[in-house]
């Protein structure tokens, strides 16, 4: 009896060197080279599940320290993952071939998070395609434009908010993300919902538009599970979006759809168009609304609070950027007499710093993209991969977008790159702050909006200053989903 039990432990122990062997020898078996440093079972993640090392930082790692090659494999947990250094492969895969690499990554089960689930990142097929055709026509230029009010709206509550704080200081110490989280979360509360989302309220609450989040986007053992271990999350039908969050918006839109059952005025906001589009006769599909709230909130607020952070960063440390700025902002206020949606879209200046300070600060740092249909790819240097379905591949936006080869001086911050003469020599797939091709970011339009209402209300009355309270040079947090900054970026508020 121990005979056979110690028989059948070693066949199993050596069928679990065999399935290691040949998985960590995938690379090498398909002549792609290998980053250094992988352990059995945990592959190269090491340095990020003990969270020395952000997991976009680790992909830029690796993309820095093979410069001669055009794509370059590493091991996600178990999972061969190929790291795409070369940007006429990136098109290859966002673009050109689109069809064979369709679907992002991270997968949600409808099952355990539905609303999550309907989101366009995570959609494919029919659902992807209807889902983008209708925010496609939601965030147009003219729905743009209505919207707009509602954002102006929120810019007036941004001034009372600071206002407040600078009546009895000459300055106001600040941290950054969360000041400009209360100006995002607002404005889906008020363009996206028609509520007041309470985010510029003295006293803070639970379910202050700017408080939603909580720490649903730090790297908790939920999703690392998910994000290195689907199967087993599937499997334990882990829960991604907390229970509060689900709660609250399927609250919000019942409550919002009993109210506009029984007024008569029109509302002219993203929620009322959603109801619009998903009526069927006189009813109303609820789960599909309270999906489509909850990720006009998802993707409305900290991803742009988060590039508007980091714009602040770059305006406090260039003053001469800062004021330059702060002019055009003054003038096409002047030229349309008054704070208005065409002086904003003139704003071209301001156009350049935004993607400049996006350039040098991604958001995650790499896009993430599955293979569903066998295709070859072939880099410059006569690497060859043929990717299989189901093949994952990574792109280092982080990489890109910083990488000498493909900018001067990447270390420097210069909006002049992003010019009308300049920008023409930028080559195609190296700047992806909304990544590019058929999947490129459907709420673009929508997030510079904001951004460019916010920094225009901030700067015509307001001048920025960089605080000692921030760490110089800015480090990542290693344990959140975004590339968040160790101690906060913090600034002094003053008064023109």
């Keep these: 009896?121990?005979?056979?039990?110690?028989?059948?432990?070693?066949?199993?122990f050596l069928l679990l060197c065999s399935y290691l062997y040949l998985r960590y020898n995938h690379w090498k078996r398909n002549g792609i080279p290998t980053a250094k440093g992988y352990v059995p079972i945990l592959g190269h993640m090491l340095p990020v599940l003990m969270k020395r090392i952000h997991f976009g930082q680790f992909i830029r790692k690796v993309y820095d320290e093979h410069k001669d090659y055009s794509m370059v494999g590493i091991y996600n947990g178990t999972i061969?993952?190929?790291?795409?250094?070369?940007?006429?492969?990136?098109?290859?895969v966002l673009q050109s071939n689109f069809s064979s690499f369709h679907e992002n990554a991270f997968k949600i089960n409808p099952n355990v998070d539905p609303l999550l689930a309907k989101n366009l990142f995570f959609c494919t097929g029919?659902?992807?395609?209807?889902?983008?055709?209708?925010?496609?026509?939601?965030?147009?230029?003219?729905?743009?434009?209505?919207l707009f009010a509602a954002v102006n709206g929120v810019c007036h509550k941004f001034e009372d908010f600071l206002n407040r704080q600078l009546e009895t200081k000459n300055k106001f110490e600040v941290e950054l993300k969360p000041l400009f989280l209360r100006f995002t979360g607002e404005v889906v509360a008020n363009a996206g919902l028609g509520i007041e989302g309470h985010c510029f309220a003295d006293e803070t609450t639970p379910n202050a538009?700017?408080?939603?989040?909580?720490d649903t986007l730090t790297t908790s053992l939920t999703n690392l599970i998910w994000q290195y271990f689907p199967s087993i999350g599937s499997l334990l039908k882990l829960k991604i979006l907390p229970k509060r969050l689900d709660q609250f918006f399927r609250k919000v839109v019942a409550e919002n759809?009993?109210?506009?059952?029984?007024?008569?005025?029109?509302?002219?906001?993203?929620?009322?168009?959603?109801?619009?589009?998903?009526k069927i006769g006189e009813k109303v599909d609820e789960d599909a609304i309270a999906a489509h709230a909850l990720s006009f909130f998802l993707d409305g607020t900290e991803t742009s609070s988060l590039t508007l952070n980091y714009i602040g960063y770059d305006l406090a440390i260039h003053p001469d950027v800062q004021e330059k700025l702060r002019k055009e902002v003054m003038s096409k206020i002047e030229k349309h007499g008054g704070f208005t949606y065409e002086a904003l879209k003139e704003m071209t200046y301001m156009n350049q710093v935004i993607s400049?300070?996006?350039?040098?600060?991604?958001?995650?740092?790499?896009?993430?993209?599955?293979?569903?249909?066998?295709?070859?790819?072939?880099?410059?240097?006569?690497?060859t991969y043929r990717a299989k379905p189901g093949t994952n591949i990574i792109i280092s936006s982080d990489g890109l977008q910083c990488d000498p080869k493909y900018w001067i001086d990447p270390e420097v911050f210069d909006p002049?790159?992003?010019?009308?003469?300049?920008?023409?020599?930028?080559?195609k797939m190296t700047f992806l702050p909304f990544s590019d091709g058929p999947r490129i970011c459907v709420g673009m339009r929508m997030a510079m909006l904001q951004m460019k209402a916010c920094l225009a209300c901030l700067l015509r009355n307001y001048k920025l200053e960089l605080s000692p309270r921030t760490q110089v040079p800015l480090k990542i947090l290693p344990n959140y989903f975004m590339m968040e900054v160790v101690g906060g970026i913090w600034v002094y508020i003053t008064k023109l």
């Design 209 to 214: 538009f700017d408080q939603l989040t909580g």
């Design 126 to 146: 029919d659902a992807w395609l209807n889902g983008r055709k209708r925010l496609t026509y939601a965030f147009s230029n003219t729905r743009l434009k209505v």
């Design 257 to 278: 759809l009993e109210i506009r059952r029984s007024e008569s005025i029109y509302r002219n906001d993203f929620l009322q168009l959603m109801i619009d589009m998903e």
């Design 1 to 12: 009896m121990v005979s056979a039990f110690f028989t059948l432990l070693t066949g199993l």
């Design 356 to 383: 400049e300070s996006q350039r040098c600060h991604t958001i995650a740092g790499f896009l993430h993209k599955i293979c569903t249909d066998e295709f070859e790819l072939q880099g410059s240097d006569g690497l």
């Design 80 to 92: 061969p993952t190929l790291i795409l250094r070369e940007p006429n492969l990136v098109k290859t």
């Design 416 to 427: 002049e790159r992003f010019n009308e003469e300049r920008r023409q020599t930028i080559e």
